[in-house]
């Protein structure tokens, strides 16, 4: 009899014996095989997730060599070729015939379909006590201990999300029955892994409210706020609102069977990202019976795709998002928008690459785990769509080569993409298209009327009939007049509308983007002057959208002034305010506001324009970065140009909240000052974001950012720049794992440095040598780098910056073993710290200090140490060097003698590995039950 566990460790047992698994390799092949059980596994598949894209010749040899291994494990009497009970081959692959009570997998779900049975009888008891024995099973992320490269494949990502969704069900029918505390400590470690995850955190919100810690409940619930805030720059979603009011009010009783949260369902565990549904939506109703009989018919080989196509104007986009919208329920794993502004004026459509990583980080993927290149990402992408039914609306594409990489592989996905052209390279691959024409007289009425009110269209039939017809079935011309007849007579927008420059008869044909000018410049026409002034300017921004300051800097007047100019436009159907204080517009509005630039404003005034737009994000982001890491080395900016609104900051999280809030616009703004000649702006500007990207993780964006910004310097021929773009970029490399591109840049930088007799510089590009060495391990090499820094930086008199040397001579010195001279180091950087302006900075060396007096034998210091250290992490935000502390924390405990509390420390800093490390989480939880095992448990 053999068993098998993958829900944590990869282990297995014959006869109630544990077996040895082998070397990393075959226990991950293992795994993947558990993973797959009962199905077969083609042999490509298993090379593919042990190797990656790059196998080595004798990949197949060695899988089969694995085989072989694995069948006489479980069989030790089975000949060197003998196939045996339990690993047969099927298909071309290999097949792990085992069942429910064989593998925990199995075993998982089994227990929680059958819950879910249970449940839907109303049997809700017998279905939560079957759901939490299911998730007893979990010891850990999925084939914890294996090689970290391969545990990250999606097929074992999978398997985690899998475990998220029972946690959820399983705390729904603890709050309908009244039993939060069955699930509490499962609540408590999966919303520890899942900050950000609203409605796991809700849940623990209710949880703990029902059990009576109304205090803790409202506790968690602001440090969830701050969270959001922090690190997304938003506020709570519906979920955790209604938790706090059902906190405050009293009313965390268990709600009706099924329903959570003031009577709204809970919502399905994977993203949902769809815009929302217009209100005026109108008509249309064959072509939604049409699209809805031809994507709803699975085939069940490939995903169902539509091809939305049709002129500008007609209502692709609307009528995409509205379909969605009724088919969304069918696709509980994820529901999926990206805009490729395919036919954007400026030409910034969206690459295929970088839509894929809007993507990847939709479906989970931490912005440093994204792998580079377009086949990589395209790879990733559809494996962590395998297996799921997900609905996916890819907005304005340019050609198919656009959309192809983001198709996905799996049946039961759907893909919803809209063009102006037919994509007929898609549709010859079995794409169905669906073509929108301009909306027939009734329906075109009834959009109308929608957005008039029926009395009011109702008052003058005659006049809305004329309206009809100068519009030609064109929403967005419908949307721009109604704006327009709001407070006005509809006789009188039908005559003004009569005269207005144009035809639009030529909207039937292909070159009709641009005819849409005739509706246009009729809502332009009345707009004020300033406002018109306004429209036409918006066209030097990039996009995707803006905030008011920016609007203002674009025009060069006061934000209070902008703010109502916004208004007007938004009033006219012209700008579009998709979120508070954020404002986009669609693409023939864009292009039309390039047209009336081109036509009205002089070349001097745009060029005006452009360089208000770049110098009001260089100012900002400046500031936000003097906040965000204070000691931090920055350029010297020029004065602004006159009527820049550059935003300013209380703190260092409402500078977080900015840089997330305008991340998109921040990466094309460089890309569009280097198309515009604005070089100086846009190597500036990379310097700007170099530690919001280090530290956010967005190492792709870092590297992207400090290339593009070094050619710029490059080109201007600023030296300084150069180098210290060459440092940032040998960072950036570093962060990648790209140590001979990171050598080879910070020796330039050295280089650079020392020739422009720049001592600061030079002392910076030191640091970060020896911060790469230590990376590679050569941490004599790196001793002799912070020993330069330092030298430097004594002698230019920055004694800040001096500590962050002497903490990085400490901690080598740990590393190798000089603990008490590591400990003087430690204690001079911290003297040399403001805690309330760097807590990252404090934080970091106060760690240090920490180990180095839990290896001396001091173990109450070293807690002091600890303890203050995770009061600023968490002050910060900074979750993962939050669990790295705890870690070490929960060792100075145990060396005390309190397992007990090392127990507690190491399950919290589990819990968030789970999320950031899963190997390391894996460490962890190892040593729990090594500890475990140590005391008899």
């Known amino acids: 009899m053999v068993r098998f566990t993958v829900l944590g460790p990869v282990r297995a047992w014959r006869d109630g014996v544990e077996l040895a698994a082998g070397p990393p390799q075959q226990r991950a092949m293992l795994a993947l095989l558990l993973a797959q059980a009962g199905r077969p596994v083609s042999l490509s598949e298993i090379v593919h997730v042990l190797w990656g894209k790059n196998p080595p010749v004798s990949a197949v040899n060695v899988v089969h060599r694995y085989v072989g291994m694995v069948r006489r494990l479980l069989e030790p009497a089975l000949a060197v070729r003998e196939e045996g009970r339990w690993l047969v081959r099927d298909r071309g692959g290999y097949r792990l015939d085992v069942g429910p009570g064989e593998v925990d997998l199995l075993s998982f779900r089994r227990l929680a379909e059958d819950a879910r049975r249970r449940r839907a009888n109303g049997a809700a008891h017998a279905a939560l006590k079957l759901m939490t024995e299911a998730l007893a099973l979990w010891h850990g992320p999925a084939a914890a201990g294996i090689p970290a490269d ?29 039993a939060a505390d069955q699930v509490l400590a499962q609540l408590w470690e999966t919303a520890a892994r899942h900050p950000l995850d609203e409605p796991v955190q809700a849940r623990l919100i209710l949880a703990l409210g029902a059990g009576g810690r109304q205090a803790e409940a409202l506790e968690t619930w602001h440090a969830v706020r701050a969270r959001l805030a922090r690190e997304l720059g938003a506020g709570p979603g519906p979920e955790l609102r209604a938790a706090q009011r059902r906190i405050l009010h009293g009313q965390a009783a268990p709600p009706a069977q099924r329903r959570i949260l003031h009577g709204q369902a809970a919502p399905a565990p994977g993203p949902m990202r769809l815009p929302p549904d217009l209100a005026t939506f ?52 994820g529901r999926l928008y990206v805009d490729l502004r395919g036919h954007a004026p400026n030409g910034s459509a969206l690459a295929p690459g970088e839509a894929l990583r809007g993507l990847l980080e939709a479906l989970g993927v931490t912005p440093h785990r994204i792998p580079d290149g377009l086949d990589a990402r395209a790879a990733l992408y559809r494996s962590l769509l395998s297996g ?94 109604a704006a327009r007849a709001a407070d006005r007579p509809l006789t009188a927008v039908a005559a003004e509308l009569r005269v207005a420059d144009g035809s639009l008869g030529a909207f039937s044909g292909p070159a009709a983007d641009g005819d849409v000018r005739a509706v246009f410049s009729w809502s332009y026409r009345v707009l004020s002057p300033a406002a018109a002034r306004l429209f036409r300017l918006l066209a030097a921004h990039p996009g995707p959208d803006l905030g008011v300051a920016a609007a203002a800097s674009v025009a060069g007047m006061p934000v209070g002034h902008a703010r109502g100019l916004l208004t007007e436009l938004t009033s006219a159907c012209l700008l579009t305010e998709h979120s508070p204080g954020r404002y986009t517009c669609h693409e023939l509005l864009r292009a039309y506001a390039t047209e009336l630039t081109h036509a009205h404003d002089t070349e001097a005034e745009r060029r005006a324009a452009a360089h208000r737009v770049f110098d009001h994000y260089l100012r900002t982001a400046h500031a936000a970065g003097r906040l965000y890491s204070p000691y931090w080395r920055t350029t010297t900016l020029p004065a602004a140009r006159p009527g820049v609104a550059a935003e300013t900051f209380e703190d260092d999280r409402e500078a977080l909240a900015w840089f997330n809030r305008e991340h998109l616009v921040l990466t094309s703004m460089i890309d569009q000052a280097v198309r515009e000649g604005f070089d100086t702006h846009a190597w500036q500007l990379a310097w700007a974001l170099e530690r919001f990207f280090d530290r956010q993780g967005h190492w792709h964006d870092f590297l992207a950012a400090q290339r593009a910004g070094l050619a710029a310097a490059v080109r201007v021929g600023h030296r300084g720049a150069r180098a210290h773009l060459h440092r940032g970029l040998a960072r950036a490399a570093a962060r990648l794992g790209r140590f001979d591109d990171a050598n080879t840049h910070v020796q330039r930088a050295l280089s650079l440095f020392d020739e422009l007799d720049d001592l600061p510089g030079l002392a910076h590009a030191h640091r970060c040598h020896g911060w790469i060495l230590d990376q590679q391990g ?154 475990d095992h140590a005391a008899g448990r």
Do not use: N
């Not at 039961?412 to 993409?417: A, D, E, N, P, S």
């Open 388 to 481: 799921r039914r997900a609905l996916i609306v890819l907005d304005d594409a340019r050609d198919a080569e656009q959309v192809r990489p983001l198709l996905p592989g799996s049946s039961g996905c759907l893909v919803l993409t809209t063009s102006r052209t037919g994509l007929f390279g898609l549709i010859a691959e079995g794409a169905h298209p669906l073509a929108i024409d301009p909306l027939p007289a009734d329906e075109a009425r009834e959009l109308l009327a929608r957005r008039l009110g029926a009395d009011l269209a109702a008052s003058s039939p005659e006049a809305v009939d004329r309206i009809v017809a100068r519009c030609a079935g064109l929403p967005l011309a419908l949307a721009v007049v």
């Open 282 to 333: 109108a008509g249309r109703r064959a072509g939604l019976a049409k699209a809805l009989a031809l994507l709803l018919a699975e085939d069940g080989r490939s995903p169902a795709v539509g091809v939305i196509s049709g002129m500008g104007g007609i209502g692709k986009s609307t009528f995409a998002i509205h379909l969605a919208h009724q088919v969304a329920h069918r696709f509980p794993d």
């Open 150 to 178: 391969v545990r990250s494949h999606p097929t074992f990502t999978a398997l985690d999300r899998e475990q998220l969704a029972a946690v959820q069900e399983a705390a729904d029918l603890a709050l309908e029955l009244g």
């Open 778 to 931: 050569r941490h004599e090499a790196a001793l002799d780098a912070a020993k330069h820094a330092l030298d430097l930086y004594q002698a230019i008199g920055d004694r800040v910056a001096g500590g962050s040397a002497l903490h990085a001579l400490g901690w080598t010195h740990a590393l190798l073993g000089d603990l008490r001279r590591a400990t003087a180091y430690f204690e001079q950087a911290l003297a040399t710290t403001d805690e309330s302006r760097d807590r990252y900075g404090a934080g970091g060396t106060l760690d240090s200090l920490g180990y180095a007096h839990h290896h001396l034998g001091d173990h109450s210091q070293a807690i002091a140490c600890y303890e203050r250290a995770l009061r600023l992490y968490r002050d910060v935000g900074d979750r993962y060097q939050e669990a790295g502390t705890l870690r070490r924390l929960g060792e100075t405990y145990l060396a005390a003698g309190d397992r007990g509390t090392t127990r507690a420390v190491w399950r919290q800093a589990a819990a968030i590995l789970d999320a950031a490390d899963p190997p390391a989480a894996e460490e962890v939880r190892a040593e729990l039950r090594r500890i």
